[in-house]
């Protein structure tokens, strides 16, 4: 795990609130530069809620979230240029094929020699030979994994994945984990995924924390956390501990 | 490539893959082909029947025969039923154009990819218009080469320079009046959370502007205004339609479009004697109308892009 002392994603008190009910509740977030935070919560708890205000598509109603030290409100063009996202259960385009998708995307972001760079991405994530098919006939791991390659496409320095692992059978959840881990170790991209699956958070995160009715109730390295709590059989016992 | 144009080319690349396009195509082409071919039947019809009535007064020893009424008609008498069908199912399908745009994006959630790109909302914006605006174009421009080539099938009257040239604004002001609803469904797709909904507003605005308004201002039955005639009817006396006609009267979209594209169609001596600069100078105010419109429509699109958010029921997890 890479470490230092520079926090990539920041939030000072940042709130959300719909019709005068709180969904993030004053939550102070930092993540460091390299990890792969694993962000927990049961439903409804406001992760997806989080993931959106930091990458720019909801405005909180008060306090403040920065990504590599730009505003998400203010300097929000900054920070759409320093992330990725791929987002819950995305279906794309489906009548167009694999590149013409990731092509598209790629001129969204700015990239020049888009084919080049569509190719490239789809060899890195070992993800080729598809190229020329539609998406429409693509699996959900499938599609996912094409949701990476639109998401580190500008190769950003922070990635957000929301449930990336939501509805894959687990050859596609292996694959995902495989690409994410490989994203880190190889482009040393931050990573920010909302999850709620314990066993997935074990393989691949470096950092836990978790959310409850909008409150940060626990952040701590996944190393110091399973020693902290050595009693308990499973992580899933850690996580209902934490939540008590 | 300037992100706009990568915006439209993708709009109308999708929209050429969608069912709904070609089903849009289709529609248009057939109520051209449609159209013509009644003129055909018709114009054949009267003539034998002119023939034949000729031949009966010969025998009747009449010599002072009237020439056949129809030669005095244009041409494009024949696609009059066109501004119809382009009244009634072309601005209907142009909404689903509109409408598809936006909500095409929503329903696969690549919206939430787009807005965390690095581009102005301005640009999205533009560049789903100028999108909209092709396909439309390349919708209208099929119809009005196909328009051209069936007027071949007509065996007494053929298109001259100035009919095509008549033919050409027609579907230029079609092109104007789809566009405006075609905006009404992007708005729509843009500021409502269902997608039903989404669709069902605009299609009332078309109601309204293709049935209500008229009815109100010229006190006409729905049946009666959509003959394409040429003159703007007389409302029937009374106050009533006199303030509607007064007030309401440069609101009617529809009724403007069907009263001027009947004159560039229909009336040979309005635009043949005076030429179509002239018509469009008697025209102008519906014009200004109808771009006003469209203009506002943009406006209402713009500013509801700029402040688009994705929708509460989409994040709450």
Known sequence: MKKNNRFIIETKSLTKKYDGKAVLDNLNLAVAEGEIFGFLGHNGAGKTTTVNILTTLLVPTSGSAEICGFDTVKGSMEVKKSIGYLPENVKFYDNLTASENLEYFAKLSGIKNSKEKVTEVLEFIEFTGIEHKKLGEFSKGMRQRIGIAQAIMHEPKVLFLDEPTSGLDPMGIKKLREVILKLNREKRMTIFMNTHLLSEVAKVCTTIGVLNHGKLVYKETLENMLKRFSDEESLEDIYFTIGE | ?317
């Open chain 2, 1 to 317: 490539m300037p992100i706009i144009f990568t915006i439209a080319i993708q709009e109308v690349k999708v929209l050429f893959r969608e069912r709904v396009f070609f089903l849009l195509l289709a529609i248009f082409i057939l109520m051209t082909l449609a159209s013509s071919f009644i003129g055909l039947v018709a114009t054949t019809t009267t003539t034998s029947i002119y023939n034949a009535s000729v031949e009966f007064l010969h025998q009747a020893g009449t010599d002072n025969i009237p020439a056949n009424p129809l030669n005095a008609l244009p041409a494009l008498t024949n696609f009059r039923n066109v501004i119809v069908y382009i009244f009634l199912i072309g601005s209907l399908l142009a909404i689903v154009v509109g409408h598809r745009s936006f909500i095409r994006e929503r329903k696969s959630g690549a919206l939430p990819l787009l807005l965390t790109r690095p581009i102005l909302a301005e640009k999205l914006f533009f560049g789903k218009v100028l999108g909209i605006s092709l396909a439309l174009f390349a919708i209208i421009s099929a119809t009005f080469i196909v328009s051209v080539f069936s007027s071949l099938l007509l065996p007494f009257r053929h298109l001259v320079a100035s009919d095509i040239e008549r033919l050409f604004l027609f579907y230029a002001l079609s092109f104007f009046y789809l566009l405006f609803f075609a905006l009404v469904g992007l708005l729509f797709a843009i500021k409502t959370k269902s997608e039903s909904l989404a669709l069902f507003v605009p299609v009332c605005i078309w109601v309204g502007i293709s049935f209500v308004l008229p009815e109100l201002v010229s006190g006409q039955t729905p049946t009666a205004l959509l003959n394409p005639v040429t003159m703007d009817q007389v409302a029937p006396d009374g106050t009533f339609f006199a303030l509607m006609r007064t007030y309401l009267g440069p609101l009617s979209l529809g009724w403007h479009y069907t009263s001027f594209s009947s004159q560039l169609l229909n009336n040979s001596l309005q635009i043949t004697n005076a030429g179509i600069g002239s018509a469009l100078r008697d025209n102008s105010g519906k014009l200004f109308i109808l771009l006003i419109a469209i203009g506002v429509c943009l406006s209402l699109c713009f500013y509801s892009i700029r402040n688009y958010t994705i929708q509460e029921e989409n994040i709450y997890e």
